[in-house]
């Protein structure tokens, strides 16, 4: 090796030695805010309110919110440059749906639902230290999410009474509420940066993917994504 290839080879090759003399092995706990898209909720709620749309009765009005906006709670240990594990629990705002069902004789019932997801899931990371406390990262693993349903009737349907002999139909105010709960399995997969301040905190920022969240019983089965920022104390 000649010298000026021999001198630009000897600092690179001490790049990772440097990375791991400044790393130490450490527990973390932190929180991370971000934003969730849910791909295919609403279009799976839209089929599942169409099937009410028949001769006898219509649904002239329907919407549906997906979760906008998540708050997580993560931990883990890192016990080298490389490797770490971690668990996270993370709820999403709740979903509303909501359709009105109509008949030719002016019955009417409106349905308003409200589904509360919450997630948890581990995970194995990788780190790849680039600069200083600069790393990539990516991480798989799976976990259990678990629904809840909150829903709210109210309507007007004709009843038959009888009074003096005579026999019509009245219309009644009805109301109502139900709830369903599920829970199921689901993968996970996701990558970000991080910037680790010795032995102090770090930050990050992440993508992540969770597939098959939700059920029928919960309108409808959808992926979920999800990007985020977090802050992480060490100790």
Partial sequence: ???????????????????????????????????????????????QISRFDTDTQDVPERSCEGAGNLIKLYGGWRWTPNLAVEASVRQLDDNRVGFTLTNDRGE??????E????????????HLP???????FAKAGGGFW??????????????????DGVIREVPVEVRGRGAEADNGF?????????????NNWTVRAEWETFQDIGSEDLRGSYDLETVSLGWSLHF
């Fill in 115 to 126: 589904i509360k997801t919450r997630l948890a899931t581990a995970y194995v990371v990788g």
């Fill in 130 to 136: 680039f600069f200083g406390g600069a790393s990539f």
């Fill in 108 to 113: 009417f019932l409106q349905v308003e639902d």
């Fill in 1 to 47: 090796m000649n010298r000026p290839t021999f001198l630009l080879a000897v600092p690179l090759m001490a790049l990772p030695n440097l990375a791991s003399a400044d790393f130490y092995s450490h527990r973390y706990a932190g929180i991370s805010f971000g934003n969730a898209e849910q791909q295919g909720f609403c279009t799976s709620v839209d089929a």
């Fill in 146 to 163: 678990m629904g809840e349903l909150s829903g709210r009737q109210r309507g007007e349907v004709l009843v038959a009474v009888q009074e």
């Fill in 186 to 198: 689901h993968w996970s997969y996701g990558a970000g940066i991080s910037y680790r301040n010795h």
